[in-house]
């Protein structure tokens, strides 16, 4: 009897980890990341200028290195490590559009450079980006753009040279948020070296941030949000 017990509970186990590993694997835009976190938030409050930052490892790590900027303020991180435009385009409406911000910040473009959901041209990466202003402004959340960050290369691929196409990305991304009205953050200006990577002082690893970029970042964002609420 007892061996009948133990072959039921192997089953039983290796099921659940067949169907975690599937959920897990079907899961392309990681719905699964925020899902508890959305449902634990609820509605903002009457009083509340909520503001949700959409991005990838950029802004998830953001909150890891200045826990302060997003805890005293009502700043929503859902930044997710790796992510590209189509799936953050995806996950948009659970992750922003339910939480009913007031303002979206929107952080994308460099993973797709990179390559990481497969090959995206600039094009493609415009039209995610174009897509989920549209969605937040048919939503009634105001938006502010950001420029992507410069790097000279990227440490998992350092074959590819994405300087220059996010030089490209951002001149389109500044000119689609005057076209459009749109409130523009500039980070790459003031972070940029000689060779439009990130300077040094910025940054370990060439791509991410450390917390004397994200000082540089918060009041060029904070200034963006301002605008943006008192937008008509």
């Not at 590819?160 to 790459?188: G, R």
Request: include cysteine; charge should be negative.
């Amino acid at each position: 009897m007892k061996l009948f017990h133990i072959i039921i509970f192997i089953l039983l186990t290796s099921l659940f980890m067949e169907q975690t590993l599937f959920a897990q694997n079907n899961d392309w835009p990681n719905f699964a990341r925020y899902k508890e976190d959305n449902l634990k938030l609820g509605l903002p409050k009457a009083d509340e200028n909520r503001v949700v930052f959409m991005d990838n490892s950029i802004t998830q790590g953001w909150i890891e290195a200045d826990p302060d900027f997003f805890m005293s303020k009502s700043y929503i991180n859902r930044g997710i490590s790796g992510q590209t435009t189509p799936q953050m385009l995806i996950r948009f409406r659970p992750d922003v559009v339910n939480l009913k911000p007031k303002v979206v910040v929107i952080l994308a473009g460099t993973n797709d450079i990179a390559g990481n959901t497969g090959l995206s041209t600039l094009e493609m990466i415009e039209d995610n980006i174009a897509s989920m202003v549209e969605i937040a402004k048919a939503n009634n959340i105001k938006v502010v753009l950001c420029s992507v960050l410069p790097a000279f290369e990227y440490p998992w691929k350092p074959e590819l040279e994405p300087a220059q196409k996010i030089v490209d990305l951002n001149k389109w991304i500044k000119e689609y948020s005057i076209k459009n009205e749109i409130i523009y953050v500039d980070y790459f200006t003031p972070m940029a070296d000689e060779h439009n990577g990130l300077k040094k002082e910025f940054s370990e690893d060439g791509v991410h941030p450390n917390i004397n970029g994200y000082k540089i970042m918060e009041p060029l964002v904070e200034n963006a949000i301002k605008v943006a609420l008192t937008k008509e």
